[in-house]
């Protein structure tokens, strides 16, 4: 039997049995601790106080778990993780009340069979499923779902699961029955059912522990509602193949031809039809570029009328999707038709004429685009118009009082020069989203591709899209200087000897403050892809990019992972606003370590990395480290309570990557913590 070390001090130790179970509980070959229930024990950690002892034995896993029962049930450890709850064994042991879990009932397919995916099994009808021996409930629950959805059953049983994946690998079965807790090596997982909750253990005796540790499960679900589901898709949920293209996916691409998209013009910065070409441009048209990339499809686009809902449309013009719809699903069901996953996502805006008492717009006329006007068919005072520019139009004119839009097209509008008498307002109770709309149909496979490339999109499509629209408002041109300055001109032209002079000058002027829009604009976009909002570091996407051709260049001497101790603890016993003060603080003390040479971003949470132009010896990296510890306390001092750090560094010898680098750094982070926090490791 083998022991990690235990802890010193005061703090309690809790001996926690830790079987090699993968994507449960694992230690990897430089001995870093990884899995599952360590990361969740590790969150009870920042309630209970606890330092673990984790216990491990050699065998085989069953072997593993059969010893650790019997450790557990004499008290020779304290606790044991992914158990089963039954009546039986709540004799011999306890358990947590609340699990912290939930494994499945799985079927697993070859890794190179394209043919049975996550998508399409529901639609087969026929399944030849391997299983390990009768196994009479899982059996049931297999009989259970494919009862439900309409599948003939055929079920090969096999003598242990190796004989299963034997018998799909032979063409024999086509999935093997099993847990989407063991994974299967060579195969993935199609689809999950029946949820098997999973529990602590506790040695009968140990009121306390058990006690501690319900009452750090139940304050966890309250902080952190999604952090089951978390730990479930980066442990256990990556054992299913979501990446990339389906076989059935990819079927439908090679025999479709051109998708017809429909789009109603005047919705700038969102879509539009360019003048010059007499091609759609807007955000939407950078959407369906990186689509056609994503997937192959040839797509053309085609302008349909701004009278004409969605659905109608569709019909009308024989279309494959409609682009720059509201995400509105009484909307949706109301003209007939289904829509894909957002890829626009602001808040909602109104835009008032300046005279307008915005305290109370009850009774106030309201501008809509004739595609919207259904939706407000019970309203009084609706004016309809063609397009929301002329719903803008309308507005500066005093022909209507407001209209309500999102988050992209009132600063869209309100930057342009043509608005002498329009306001906007934020409205951070309601959100607004875009999507495409498609055809109700019973073969859904041009939605799911289309929404699998937008989960693949990059934030910066959107924003380049919208920088376009931005610069192209923002264009001076004589046309609109002369329609600006008319009075001006007119005072001028009485002075004719300085007719020229002025008119250059105001030239000049107006122009200048046309490129400082357009600069600050773009500006903010950048900002707003590169820049972590709270702390003013590089966001993760950037960080990652800036620190990759550091590496790749040769010029980077040291790579850093930092993680803020016991930070959880702040936010739920400071609250929120404190957590945001001490993130900012750390990012200064980050700051004040580092040199601007160098490459510092937040990962995301409490988790920051700084990638160090080099060369670094040892003791260069250690007096970075120690600076770095020193500033932290400094704005622990200044915070008022205790802030730690756990840093760990991979320093760069030769040609490396940048995921090795990481990897290293990160695993080196969590030798600290387990060292007593508040210090550095160097891998």
């Avoid at 449960?24 to 920042?46: K, M, P, R």
């Avoid at 955000?283 to 990339?293: N, Q, T």
């Avoid at 109104?350 to 008492?357: A, C, E, F, L, P």
């Avoid at 829009?517 to 709270?534: C, F, G, N, S, Y």
Wanted: charged content about 25%; aromatic content about 8%.
């Amino acid at each position: 039997m083998q022991q990690g070390a235990a802890a010193s001090g005061e703090q309690r130790v809790v001996r926690v049995g830790f079987p090699q179970q993968e994507g449960l509980s694992e230690i990897l070959a430089d001995g870093t601790y990884t899995g599952y229930t360590y990361e969740y024990l590790e969150q009870v950690s920042q309630y209970t106080g606890w330092r673990y002892e984790y216990v491990t034995v050699e065998g085989s896993l069953d072997e593993q778990l059969g010893e650790m029962l019997d450790m557990l049930e004499a008290g020779e450890i304290d606790m044991l993780g992914a158990m089963s709850y039954s009546d039986a064994l709540a004799e011999i042991y306890d358990f947590s009340v609340k699990p912290y879990g939930n494994g499945h009932t799985a079927l697993f397919a070859d890794n190179e069979n394209a043919m049975i995916t996550d998508t399409n099994i529901y639609r087969l009808d026929h399944l030849r499923v391997a299983t390990n021996g009768p196994a009479p409930v899982a059996t049931a629950e297999l009989k259970a779902f494919c009862a439900m959805n309409n599948i003939e059953l055929e079920i090969v049983e096999c003598d242990g699961q190796e004989s299963a994946a034997e018998a799909v690998s032979r063409g024999e079965a086509d999935v093997v029955l099993g847990v989407d807790l063991s994974p299967i090596e060579g195969m993935h997982i199609v689809t999950t059912f029946k949820p098997k909750p999973f529990y602590f253990g506790i040695a009968k005796g140990n009121g306390d522990i058990a006690a501690q540790l319900n009452e750090a499960i139940a304050s966890l679900e309250n902080a952190d509602p999604q952090l089951q589901s978390e730990l479930y898709a980066k442990y256990i949920g990556g054992n299913e193949n979501t990446s990339g293209l389906s076989a059935d996916m990819v079927s439908y691409l090679e025999q479709k031809g051109t998708v017809r998209v429909g789009y109603v013009p005047g919705a700038a910065p969102i879509q539009d039809t360019d003048d010059a070409t007499g091609e759609m441009r807007g955000a939407s048209r950078g959407v369906l570029d990186y689509v056609s990339e994503y997937t192959g499809l040839c797509i053309e686009t085609i302008e349909i009328p701004d009278d004409m809902a969605p659905g109608d449309a569709i019909a009308a013009y024989d279309l494959d999707m409609v682009a720059g719809v509201p995400h509105d699903f009484e909307y949706a069901r109301n003209e007939s038709f289904q829509l894909g996953t957002p890829y626009l996502k602001s808040l909602s805006w109104q835009i008032v004429n300046s005279s307008v008492d915005t305290s109370d717009l009850s009774g106030k006329r309201l501008a809509v685009t004739r595609d919207r006007a259904s939706v407000y068919d019970e309203a009084d005072n609706v004016v309809v118009f063609d397009t929301m520019k002329e719903c803008i139009d309308a507005i500066d004119e005093g022909k209507a009082d407001y209209t309500n839009t999102d988050g992209y097209t009132a600063p869209y509008y309100m930057a342009s020069r043509e608005y002498r008498n329009i306001a906007a307002i934020l409205d951070a109770s309601i959100s607004n989203s875009v999507c495409f709309a498609f055809p109700i149909s019973s073969d859904p496979t041009l939605l799911k591709i289309v929404n699998k490339a937008i989960e693949n999109m990059p934030t910066g499509v959107v924003n380049t899209s919208l920088y376009g629209e931005v610069s192209q408002t923002q264009k001076l041109t004589l046309e609109q200087f002369v329609k600006d300055y008319a009075v001006e001109i007119v005072l001028v032209a009485l002075l004719v000897a300085m007719v020229i002079i002025v008119l250059a000058v105001l030239y000049a002027r107006a122009r200048a403050r046309a490129m400082r829009i357009v600069e600050a604009e773009k500006d903010r976009l950048e900002m707003r892809v590169e820049q972590d909002d709270l702390t003013g570091l590089l966001a993760v996407g950037t960080f990652r990019d800036k620190a990759r051709a550091l590496i790749e260049e040769g010029c980077a001497g040291a790579f850093f992972v930092i993680d803020i101790d016991d930070f959880k603890r702040v936010n739920d016993t400071r609250g929120h606003l404190e957590g945001d003060a001490a993130l900012m603080a750390f990012a200064e003390a980050l700051r004040k370590t580092f040199r601007n040479v160098d490459i510092v971003g937040r990962l995301g949470g409490d988790e920051f990395a700084a990638c160090v132009r080099g060369p670094l010896s040892d003791e260069s990296v250690e007096l970075l480290c120690g600076r770095l510890l020193a500033h932290v306390n400094e704005a622990a001092g200044a915070l008022g309570y205790e802030l730690g750090v756990s840093i760990g560094v991979a320093l760069i010898r030769g040609k490396e990557r940048y995921a090795d680098l990481y990897d290293r750094a990160d695993k080196a982070m969590y030798r600290a913590k387990r060292n007593g926090k508040h210090g550095f490791a160097i891998g």
